[in-house]
């Protein structure tokens, strides 16, 4: 039996809008659980994993409940900085090294097919969501050049892969106007877009497809009485065959120390007014997405509106920050200092799950009645909806994708509930002075 006091999705109910919610049209839905239910399969968490795995396993004559803690979209799902990157986390040379080139090619297969998956999902479903191509990954230092180089190479020789160009010191700078950056490798197969316009879209096909969604309806405790999941919700109760449980970072205690295998983090977003669309192409002429080669990433994008939607710092401390406009703008000035004398209009924040070795975390327990996915580790925007999509191909025996992953050996973060966090942020403290002395 589990259950769970602290609850994570709350931190939200009292911030200020952010540009997505501003940006999106509200999600048809108004239900609330207000009664007992029994149903086939049970999903806890309205993000794009719970999505993404209700979508997959409608239409197979299954009766399907989604169960939210909070608004479909309200966790990392709706917040996210909309980056639909290819591959894993983790780079090829480092899977190869961990698992060998079979498994490697595997898990890069994965990672290009959930890319093109969204992508059809959203031609298939009509999903207005600015779905835009191009995300440029630019390096901070004089030595990423090498490693952009290598990838290219090791990519064309090992896999096939050409879809990338290289941009030299010169070259860059045309195509993301700071002078931050002295190289640049353009993923040709990312993308970027708004996401939660996405996840209200695939929601919206949820309904349509007769699936349940209740929303302000957290589950409180799971039971297992052998022949079903018992799943308590304030003072109404789920019996499910099957339970999915999709609530990344928002965990809290739901799976017991299942949580201690990640890290939930906080990270923050902000977005301009809008700068029109040729001072956006000044400073982003493809109007592709950027990510930079730090540990501690800033990533960034124009919206369909031409807003700079600039993302990137982690906080030291478990608690969540309101307002994090400051901090965040100092990171974006330092790369474009011309953009001082523009409003930001919204900030906000979202948590997010990272696993020690930031591949995601797949599992079943309970007899194979209760099956977890989550810990994207900040690469979930593909990967959720893959992740759903694995899960889902799992409960109707169609593939062994959703094995492959759950063969995963992931450590616990060491130091138990006490340590977590200041090992954590020890963490962060060093990757900041590792960023810090790269650029010297
Ligand atoms: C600021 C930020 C920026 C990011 N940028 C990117 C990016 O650019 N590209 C990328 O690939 N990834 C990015 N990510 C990661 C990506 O957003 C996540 O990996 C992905 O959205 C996870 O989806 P999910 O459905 O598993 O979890 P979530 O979307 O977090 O959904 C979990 C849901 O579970 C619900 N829940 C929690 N507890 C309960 C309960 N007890 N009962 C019922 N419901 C519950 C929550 O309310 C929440 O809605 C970012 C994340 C953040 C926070």
């Given at each position: 039996?589990?259950t769970?006091?602290k609850r994570t999705?709350?931190?939200?109910d009292?911030?200020?809008e952010?540009?997505?919610k501003?940006?999106a049209?509200?999600?048809?839905?108004?239900?609330?659980?207000?009664?007992?239910?029994?149903t086939?399969?049970?999903?806890i968490?309205?993000?794009?994993?719970?999505?993404?795995?209700?979508l997959?396993?409608?239409n197979q004559?299954?009766s399907?409940?989604?169960?939210?803690?909070?608004?479909?979209g309200?966790?990392?799902s709706?917040?996210?900085?909309?980056q639909?990157?290819?591959?894993?986390?983790?780079?090829?040379?480092?899977?190869?090294?961990?698992?060998?080139?079979e498994?490697?090619?595997?898990?890069?297969?994965?990672?290009?097919d959930?890319v093109s998956h969204?992508?059809?999902l959203?031609?298939?479903?009509?999903?207005?969501?600015?779905?835009?191509?191009g995300?440029i990954?630019?390096?901070?230092t004089k030595?990423?050049?090498?490693?952009?180089?290598d990838?290219i190479?090791?990519?064309?020789?090992?896999?096939?892969?050409?879809?990338?160009?290289?941009?030299?010191?010169?070259?860059i700078?045309?195509?993301?106007?700071?002078?931050?950056?002295?190289?640049g490798?353009l993923?040709?197969?990312s993308?970027?877009?708004n996401?939660?316009?996405?996840?209200f879209?695939?929601?919206?096909?949820c309904?349509?497809?007769?699936?349940n969604i209740?929303?302000?309806?957290?589950?409180?405790?799971?039971?297992?009485?052998?022949k079903?999941?018992?799943i308590?919700?304030?003072?109404?109760?789920i019996?499910?065959?099957?339970?999915?449980i999709?609530?990344?970072?928002?965990l809290?205690?739901?799976?017991?120390s299942?949580?201690n295998y990640f890290?939930?983090?906080?990270?923050?977003?902000?977005?301009?007014?809008?700068?029109?669309k040729?001072?956006a192409?000044?400073?982003i002429k493809?109007?592709?997405?950027?990510?930079?080669?730090?540990f501690?990433?800033?990533y960034y994008?124009?919206?369909?509106?031409y807003?700079l939607?600039f993302g990137?710092?982690?906080t030291?401390?478990?608690?969540?920050?309101?307002?994090?406009k400051?901090?965040?703008?100092k990171?974006?000035?330092?790369?474009?200092?011309?953009?001082?004398?523009?409003?930001?209009?919204?900030s906000?924040?979202?948590?997010l799950?990272?696993?020690?070795?930031?591949l995601p975390?797949?599992g079943?327990?309970?007899?194979q009645k209760?099956?977890?996915?989550?810990a994207y580790?900040g690469h979930g925007?593909?990967?959720?909806?893959?992740?759903?999509k694995?899960?889902?191909?799992k409960i109707?025996n169609?593939?062994?994708n959703?094995?492959?992953f759950?063969?995963?050996?992931?450590?616990?973060?060491?130091g138990?509930?006490m340590f977590?966090?200041?090992?954590?942020?020890?963490?962060?403290?060093y990757?900041?002075l590792?960023d810090?002395?790269?650029?010297?």
């Amino acid at each position: 039996m589990f259950t769970t006091k602290k609850r994570t999705f709350n931190q939200h109910d009292n911030e200020k809008e952010s540009f997505y919610k501003f940006s999106a049209p509200n999600f048809s839905n108004q239900s609330k659980l207000n009664e007992n239910i029994s149903t086939d399969v049970c999903i806890i968490g309205g993000g794009l994993t719970g999505i993404s795995s209700a979508l997959n396993l409608s239409n197979q004559g299954l009766s399907i409940s989604i169960l939210e803690a909070n608004k479909v979209g309200s966790g990392a799902s709706g917040r996210n900085g909309g980056q639909l990157g290819i591959g894993m986390r983790k780079d090829q040379f480092y899977l190869e090294k961990k698992f060998g080139i079979e498994k490697a090619k595997f898990f890069w297969k994965i990672g290009l097919d959930a890319v093109s998956h969204v992508v059809n999902l959203i031609e298939k479903y009509k999903i207005d969501c600015a779905l835009r191509q191009g995300v440029i990954h630019v390096g901070n230092t004089k030595k990423d050049y090498k490693y952009f180089q290598d990838e290219i190479d090791h990519m064309q020789k090992n896999y096939n892969y050409n879809n990338y160009e290289y941009f030299d010191h010169n070259s860059i700078r045309d195509e993301v106007n700071s002078h931050r950056y002295f190289s640049g490798m353009l993923l040709k197969d990312s993308y970027h877009l708004n996401p939660l316009k996405l996840t209200f879209g695939l929601a919206e096909q949820c309904l349509a497809n007769g699936i349940n969604i209740y929303e302000n309806s957290p589950a409180d405790k799971i039971v297992d009485n052998q022949k079903e999941v018992i799943i308590h919700s304030g003072k109404n109760i789920i019996k499910a065959k099957k339970v999915i449980i999709g609530c990344n970072g928002y965990l809290d205690n739901l799976l017991g120390s299942k949580r201690n295998y990640f890290m939930p983090i906080n990270n923050y977003i902000i977005a301009t007014e809008s700068l029109g669309k040729d001072l956006a192409s000044k400073l982003i002429k493809r109007n592709c997405g950027v990510i930079d080669s730090r540990f501690m990433i800033d990533y960034y994008r124009f919206s369909e509106d031409y807003r700079l939607l600039f993302g990137g710092p982690e906080t030291i401390t478990s608690h969540f920050v309101k307002d994090a406009k400051s901090f965040v703008s100092k990171r974006m000035y330092k790369v474009f200092p011309e953009l001082k004398k523009f409003k930001i209009e919204f900030s906000w924040g979202g948590t997010l799950a990272i696993s020690i070795n930031r591949l995601p975390i797949f599992g079943t327990i309970m007899n194979q009645k209760l099956y977890y996915a989550h810990a994207y580790s900040g690469h979930g925007l593909a990967m959720s909806i893959m992740g759903g999509k694995m899960v889902a191909e799992k409960i109707l025996n169609k593939s062994n994708n959703f094995d492959m992953f759950e063969q995963i050996n992931h450590f616990k973060i060491p130091g138990g509930n006490m340590f977590r966090r200041p090992l954590y942020s020890s963490a962060i403290i060093y990757y900041r002075l590792m960023d810090y002395l790269n650029r010297l």
